[in-house]
């Protein structure tokens, strides 16, 4: 019989334990500790041998964070962890793409120990060099909770579906603002004040500029199209629209029109090459991804042999994040690690970048004029023009001093003719505001 098919009876528990420290004890260091703490027995059997924290470092060694430290050994710098006789492997939970996070990577991978993060930054901007060096060093690399919080999506692109040439992979990746969304459209409140709540629920990343301006999605995104194309995350290459414009009269128009706004990630291999872009999407209410709420996430995959896979989710938050990050700790004690995008970092391309403009969609656009004489006339010149084709017009109010907005949505066209012609009407005397335009994507 092979042995690692050996009944239930034989399997053993060892006693040698895998030694975890944890720089930053934030939202997710707190929640990691607590998941060994809690489920230590359950984890033990599991992985084969205990997994357990050893020593931690953090900016404030008094204060209360609601667990108890008294056990663990303590370092002051963080990259000091790389080096204690007591830690074999090291989770990194401090955040930021350079600095301490990244010192620390590089030191606990030079001395050939595992390495286990949450942060999308830093891979996004150095994974293949840090996986280059965890490949040479003949040690673990693994950033589950890095995309997508608690969602397994790296683990199942990796594993369940390496059989598939992967066509596309979208989804929702950010909870902060998936909250916000959600919560303007269910509550009406104004938008700042829902992203002060979503940060204090420890879903925002420190900086929560990234969250709204779209660049922790394009971090996400990065990652999960280098594991499905088996290029090297390209965050340049990445089209970038964040929520702020998104307003609450979008929200009732795109429900009305038969839709929701969700900011999507979304990388496809086209004709032009590999089409990366995040932001705001109207999603048909039919679209599975429509009805994914609150701090939800969800990844779809398209795969020739399997077809469509979705898997949801919490993106953010404590408990879904450390989940991520304690089973990462669980395949390293078991010792089955896979490359953490999936094949060599030597063997990680660079695919051609598709260009924004050669995206071709439909596409809802928000005017808002004085209700002049000739507006709507002019404005539908300047579509024709470029050969857009409206599919709707809604028009609320009238008046000639005040604005009133204006809502169209297109039939397909190309995304330059559609910029031209938005162009010209941007510079019509009764439009008053620069037009605002959100994709729609019918084809989720
Ligand atoms: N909060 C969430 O829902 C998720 C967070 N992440 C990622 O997890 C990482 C941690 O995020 P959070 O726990 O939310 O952040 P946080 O801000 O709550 O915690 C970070 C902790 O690191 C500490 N720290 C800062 N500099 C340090 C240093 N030089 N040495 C040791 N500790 C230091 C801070 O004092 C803070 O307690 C980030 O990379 C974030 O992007 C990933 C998925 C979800
Ligand atoms: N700030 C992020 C945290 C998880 O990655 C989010 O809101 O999704
Ligand atoms: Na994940």
């Keep these: 019989m092979n042995s690692s098919h050996k009944p239930a009876a034989d399997r053993r528990v060892s006693t040698t334990p895998l030694r975890v420290g944890v720089a930053g004890l934030g939202t997710v260091g707190v929640g990691v500790v607590e998941i060994l703490r809690d489920h230590a027995a359950m984890i033990a059997a599991r992985a084969g041998r205990p997994v357990v924290v050893t020593a931690v470092s953090a900016r404030d ?11 663990f050994g303590w370092e002051d710098d963080a990259a000091a962890l790389a080096a204690r006789d007591d830690v074999d492997v090291v989770v990194e939970l401090i955040g930021g793409s350079e600095g301490p996070a990244l010192h620390l990577a590089r030191a606990t991978l030079g001395r050939g120990k595992a390495f286990v993060t949450a942060n999308k930054a830093m891979i996004a901007a150095h994974g293949p060099e840090l996986a280059a060096a965890a490949e040479d060093a003949g040690a673990a690399l693994a950033f589950e909770a890095a995309v997508a919080g608690g969602i397994p999506i790296l683990k199942t692109l990796r594993e369940g579906l390496a059989a598939n040439a992967i066509t596309r992979v979208y989804g929702i990746l950010n909870g902060t603002c998936n909250y916000i969304l959600t919560e303007m459209r269910t509550t009406g409140r104004d938008f700042a004040d829902v992203l002060a709540q979503a940060q204090a629920l420890g879903y925002a990343e ?8 779209g660049i922790d999605t394009a971090h996400k995104l990065s990652i999960l199209a280098a594991l499905a194309f088996g290029g090297r995350p390209d965050i340049g290459a990445i089209h970038v629209e964040g929520i702020r414009h998104v307003t609450i009269d979008d929200i009732r128009f795109a429900e009305e029109l038969g839709f ?39 990844v779809v995959a398209e795969g020739d042999a399997v077809g469509t896979t979705m898997s949801q989710g ?14 990462d700790l669980v395949d390293i004690a078991r010792g089955c690690v896979a490359p953490g995008f999936s094949v060599p970092a030597a063997a ?13 969609g439909a596409f809802y656009i928000r005017l808002m004029v004085l209700d002049q004489p000739g507006v709507l006339a002019d404005v539908a010149r300047a579509f024709a023009v470029e050969h857009v084709s409206l599919e709707s017009l809604i028009q609320r109010g009238r008046s000639a001093v005040e604005a009133v907005p204006v809502v169209l949505t297109t039939h397909a066209t190309s995304e330059a003719a559609l910029r031209r ?17 959100i994709r729609i994507e019918r084809s989720l």
């Design 314 to 327: 919490r993106g953010a938050g404590r408990g879904p994040t450390a989940s991520a990050v304690v089973a």
């Design 206 to 213: 420190a900086d929560p500029t990234f969250d709204v301006d």
């Design 421 to 437: 012609a938005l162009d010209v009407i941007a510079a019509l005397p009764a439009v008053i505001e620069p037009p605002r335009m």
């Design 260 to 298: 929701r706004i969700k900011l999507l990630g979304v990388a496809r291999m086209t004709d032009h090459g590999l089409e990366q872009r995040v932001h705001p999407s109207m999603v048909p209410l039919s679209a599975p991804v429509a009805h994914v709420e609150d701090v939800f996430n969800a």
């Design 61 to 71: 060694q008094g204060r209360d964070r609601g667990i108890s430290l008294v056990g």
């Design 348 to 360: 990680l391309g660079q695919h051609p970048s598709a260009p924004i403009e050669a995206h071709q």
